[in-house]
C-alpha cells in the first residue's frame, strides 16, 4: 500500500506523490489506462520543509494533515504569507516578485490570490482556472498579502474555490464566462485599489481534457484524460467520463 501525501497537476502529466510502506518518497504520474483503488482509512501526510518530505511525528490518524504538521508545513509562507517557521526564506522571498491575480471559474465565480509572479500561469492551472489575469506586482510578500485581503473584502471576491464547485462548473458558456471575467477585471482596473495596469486575460481552457457530464466517482478505472485542477478525469472502457476529486484522496492509501 502506497500512501497518497500530494495531488498536483499543471504540468505536462498529473502526478500523485506518495510515501511508501518503507517510508520512501516517490511520484506516480497519471497516464494511460489506470486501475487505482483508494482506501477508506487516512492518516496525516505529515509536512514538507526545505529539505524534503516528512513523516508525521505524531503519528495521527483521521485526519489528512494534523495540527502540528501543519504549523510545520513550509506551505505556510507562500499561502498564508506566515514566514514564522521559515524566516530564512523570508528572505529570499524579499527578493523575489509576487502578483495579485484574479482566477475565473466557469460563469460566475472569480477568486482573488497571491503567488510568485514567475509561477502564475502554473499556478492557475493548478487549480483549474479557466482564465486569470494579474492585476498588481510587489517586491517581496509583505505588502501583497495586504493587498489581498483589501481586494476579496472590497470586491467579495472568493479566497478560495470549493472542489465541489469545480465539478459543476466542468461544462459552461465559455463566451459567458470571459465576458463576466473580464468585467471584473475591469472593475478592479478602474476602482483605484490598485495601481494602473493593462489588462492580459489568459484563457487555460486548452490545457484541460473535454470531459462529458463526467460522473464522480472514488476509484480510478479506466483510461487517464488529464486533469483539471485537482479534478482527474478518465474514461471507461464504456466510453463513460468519469471524475475524481483528488483532494479528497490525499491521506488515504492506494
Not at 12 to 20: C, D, G, H, S, V
Not at 139 to 168: C, M, W
Request: hydrophobic letters at 35%; proline letters at 4%.
Amino acid at each position: 500500500m502506497r500512501h497518497l501525501i500530494r495531488f498536483y497537476s499543471g504540468g505536462e502529466k498529473p502526478t500523485m506523490l506518495f510515501r511508501a510502506q518503507g517510508g520512501e518518497v516517490g511520484t506516480l504520474e497519471m497516464e494511460g489506462a489506470q486501475d487505482i483503488n483508494f482506501s477508506g482509512r487516512v492518516a496525516c501526510i505529515g509536512y514538507k520543509a526545505p529539505d524534503g518530505y516528512h513523516e508525521c511525528r505524531n503519528s495521527a490518524i483521521h485526519t489528512r494533515q494534523c495540527p502540528t504538521c501543519s504549523a510545520l508545513d513550509m506551505s505556510r509562507a507562500y499561502t498564508k504569507g506566515d514566514f514564522s517557521g521559515y524566516p530564512e526564506l523570508h528572505d529570499k522571498a524579499m527578493q523575489e516578485q509576487y502578483c495579485l491575480y484574479l482566477a475565473g471559474f466557469g460563469e460566475k465565480i472569480v477568486k482573488c490570490g497571491v503567488t510568485r509572479k514567475e509561477r502564475f500561469e502554473l499556478r492557475m492551472r493548478e487549480q483549474g482556472a479557466d482564465f486569470g489575469c494579474m492585476v498588481a506586482q510587489f517586491t517581496g510578500p509583505d505588502e501583497v498579502y495586504h493587498a489581498e485581503a483589501a481586494v476579496q473584502s472590497r470586491f467579495l471576491f472568493s479566497n478560495a474555490v470549493r472542489i465541489s464547485q469545480k465539478l459543476r462548473m466542468l461544462e459552461f458558456d465559455k463566451g459567458v464566462a470571459r465576458e463576466n471575467f473580464a468585467g471584473h477585471v475591469e472593475l478592479v482596473r478602474n476602482s483605484g485599489a490598485v495601481p494602473e495596469f493593462t489588462p492580459n486575460i489568459l484563457d487555460f481552457s486548452s490545457y484541460y481534457p473535454r470531459a462529458k457530464k463526467p460522473q464522480e466517482t472514488h476509484t480510478i478505472i479506466g483510461e487517464v484524460l488529464g486533469a483539471k485542477g485537482e479534478i482527474l478525469l478518465f474514461k471507461s472502457g464504456l466510453g463513460k467520463h468519469f471524475a475524481v476529486n483528488m483532494r479528497k484522496q490525499v491521506g488515504s492509501f492506494f
